[in-house]
C-alpha cells in the first residue's frame, strides 16, 4: 500500500529571535515527534551530527531526510556512507555548481545517480535558487536529456524565479506539470510571485495556497501511477525562518511558523487522501 510520509525540517525549527532562546535539537526532534510527524529534514554529511541526531530519532521512531550540497561527483561520498550507516528515506542533493551549459551538467548528475544505485540510496536532486536547478527551462531541457533524472521538488523556487502572473496561465501550468513528473518527494513552502515564503494563515494568500496545493495534488497523483505499490512519498514541511519568512521591523516572524507548519500538514494529508481517488 502506497503511503504518505510528512516530514518537518530542522532548519524551519530555527527562531532567530532576539526575543525567544534557540531550542536544543533533542527538544525540536520531540514536539516534532509529538506533533504526529513521520520525521526530519536535516543536514546528512557531518558524521557527528548524524550520529547524534539519529540517536534522538531512534528514540521517537522517526525516519530523516538528508540533505547534502554537492559540487562534485566524489563529493556525495561522505554522505552516502552516512546514509547507508544510519539510514535515510532518501537523500535531497542541492547541486551546489552554477553550470551555464547542460553537457557539462550530465556528468555530474549521471555521476551522483551511480552512487546512488551503487550504495541503495534514493538520491533526488532538488530544485532550487542558486544551484544548477535555479531556472525552471534549464531544468526541463536537463529532464530532456536525463528523462529519468530523479527531482525533489521545491516549487516555490520556480514561481518566485519566473515572477508568473496570475491567474497562472495554461502554458506555465503545463511546465509545472512536467517537473511534476519527475518529482519523487516535495519541499512545502508556499510562494507568491513576488516572495519565495508568505504566510499560509493569511487570508489574502489563499489564492497562492490554493494554487500550491493544486500542483501538489497533481504530483501526488502522478506519483501514485509511477510509484511501487508499497512506496511512501516524502512530504517535507519547510517553512524555513528569515531570511525566508517575512519578518516585522523588530526582525519576528509575522507568524507562528510552527503552527503554520501543523496546518499545512493537515492540509497535505488531505490532498494525499483526496488523490486516491482521483
Given at each position: ?117 551503487e550504495a541503495g540510496v534514493q538520491v533526488l536532486i ?39 502572473a496570475w491567474p497562472v496561465s495554461e502554458e506555465n ?106
Amino acid at each position: 500500500m502506497q503511503t504518505l510520509k510528512v516530514f518537518q525540517s530542522l532548519w524551519a525549527m530555527e527562531l532567530r529571535s532576539a526575543r525567544w532562546p534557540e531550542r536544543e535539537v533533542g527538544e525540536n526532534v520531540r514536539l516534532i515527534a509529538e506533533a504526529g510527524f513521520d520525521g526530519v529534514s536535516a543536514h546528512w554529511y557531518d558524521r557527528a551530527y548524524v550520529k547524534q541526531l539519529n540517536g534522538l530519532m531512534k528514540d521517537h521512531g522517526l525516519e530523516a531526510e538528508g540533505q547534502c550540497f554537492p559540487k562534485t561527483v566524489d563529493d556525495l561520498k561522505p554522505t552516502l556512507d552516512n546514509a547507508v550507516e544510519f539510514g535515510v528515506h532518501h537523500l535531497c542533493l542541492q547541486p551546489d555548481v552554477r553550470l551555464r551549459r547542460i553537457e557539462d551538467c550530465l556528468p555530474l548528475l549521471e555521476g551522483w545517480q551511480r552512487l546512488g544505485e551503487e550504495a541503495g540510496v534514493q538520491v533526488l536532486i532538488e530544485t532550487h535558487r542558486d544551484r544548477m536547478t535555479t531556472d525552471l527551462f534549464f531544468t526541463l531541457d536537463l529532464l530532456e536529456r536525463m528523462p529519468q533524472l530523479k527531482l525533489l521538488g521545491d516549487l516555490s523556487h520556480f514561481l518566485v524565479g519566473r515572477e508568473f502572473a496570475w491567474p497562472v496561465s495554461e502554458e506555465n501550468h503545463a511546465l509545472m506539470h512536467r517537473i511534476l513528473e519527475s518529482s519523487w518527494a516535495f519541499h512545502g513552502r508556499v510562494a507568491s510571485r513576488e516572495q519565495v515564503q508568505i504566510e499560509l494563515s493569511f487570508p489574502h494568500h489563499q489564492q497562492w495556497l490554493d494554487l500550491f496545493l493544486g500542483w501538489w495534488g497533481y504530483g501526488f497523483r502522478n506519483w501514485r501511477r509511477r510509484a511501487a505499490a508499497d512506496a511512501s512519498l516524502a512530504f517535507v514541511c519547510e517553512l524555513g525562518p528569515k531570511p525566508y519568512a517575512i519578518t516585522d521591523r523588530h526582525g519576528e516572524d509575522t507568524t507562528d511558523r510552527w503552527a503554520e507548519a501543523l496546518l499545512l500538514k493537515e492540509r497535505i494529508k488531505t490532498v494525499w487522501a483526496q488523490s486516491a481517488n482521483s
